[in-house]
């Protein structure tokens, strides 16, 4: 596994458990997060307010444990990653969320520097 993939994994994996310091410790300090449909977040303080805010055990918006990734693919060209699959978070209330993503990694120096990030909900089935 390449360099930046690796960072991507080790990524994902400090947010799956709420490891702030590692997340913090993989981005640059201008980092810029956008989960498209909701405002851009500029920078690792800023990023670290957010992390801080959510707690890293329970989800303020959805009531929730944290989110699990289900990788279907990962590609890689320079210094971007791209990664694809869903995210699967456990409700309090015993049901569960779904959501289908892609984000794409932007690297430099060897740290994220920036991350695009879209949600859909799965399609729902057909008649």
């Known amino acids: 596994m390449s360099e ?10 400090g947010v799956r458990h709420a ?5 913090l410790s993989l981005v640059t300090d201008d980092v810029l997060l956008e989960r498209k449909g909701r405002p851009g977040i500029r920078g690792k ?5 957010v992390i801080d805010d959510t707690d890293g055990v329970v989800h303020r918006d959805t009531g929730s444990h944290r989110p699990v990734h289900r990788i279907e693919r990962m590609v890689e060209e320079g210094d971007t990653v791209v990664v694809s699959g869903s995210v699967v978070v456990r409700l309090l209330n015993g049901g569960q969320l779904e959501t289908l993503f892609s984000d794409h990694f932007t ?21």
């Open 4 to 13: 930046h993939k690796d960072t991507v994994m080790r990524y994902l994996r």
């Open 45 to 49: 303080e800023v990023l670290r307010a």
């Open 19 to 23: 490891d702030h310091e590692l997340v």
């Open 107 to 127: 690297f430099s120096g060897g740290l994220i520097s920036g991350l695009e990030s879209y949600m859909v909900p799965p399609a729902g089935p057909r008649s």
